[in-house]
Nanobody, 119 residues
C-alpha cells in the first residue's frame, strides 16, 4: 500500500505565497519522478512542475519564475514553493510520484489540496 499525503493548501491573496508538501509512504523501493499537477474547475489536469531523483526540474510556462519545486529523497517528499500567486493559480493541486515497489512500477496520486487565490 502506497500513500501520498499532501498539505499546505489554503486561501491567499494575490501576490502572496504558499508552500505545498507531499510525503510518500509504504513499501517503496525507489521514486523516480515526483511532481505537482493542478486542476481548475472545468479544466483538464495539467502539469505544474516535476523533479527527478537527481534534481532535474521541469516547469509549466505559466509558473516559471514564480514556483519552485524541490524534494527530499531521504523523506520521500516533494515540495512546491509558490510565490507571486495569481487568481488563475486557483485549483486543486495533486502530488504525483512515479515509483518502483520492487516487483511493480507505477504512478501514484495524492488526494489533492485546494489552493485559492483571491484578487
Amino acid at each position: 500500500q502506497v500513500q501520498l499525503v499532501e498539505s499546505g493548501g489554503g486561501l491567499v491573496q494575490a501576490g502572496g505565497s504558499l508552500r505545498l508538501s507531499c510525503a510518500a509512504s509504504g513499501s517503496i523501493f525507489s521514486i523516480y519522478v515526483m511532481g505537482w499537477y493542478r486542476q481548475a474547475p472545468g479544466k483538464e489536469r495539467e502539469l505544474v512542475a516535476a523533479i527527478t531523483s537527481s534534481g532535474v526540474t521541469n516547469y509549466a510556462d505559466s509558473v516559471k519564475g514564480r514556483f519552485t519545486i524541490s524534494r527530499d529523497n531521504a523523506k520521500n517528499a516533494v515540495y512546491l514553493q509558490m510565490n507571486s500567486l495569481k487568481p488563475e493559480d486557483t485549483a486543486v493541486y495533486y502530488c504525483n510520484a512515479a515509483m518502483s515497489l520492487g516487483a511493480t512500477m507505477g504512478a501514484y496520486w495524492g488526494q489533492g489540496t485546494q489552493v485559492t487565490v483571491s484578487s
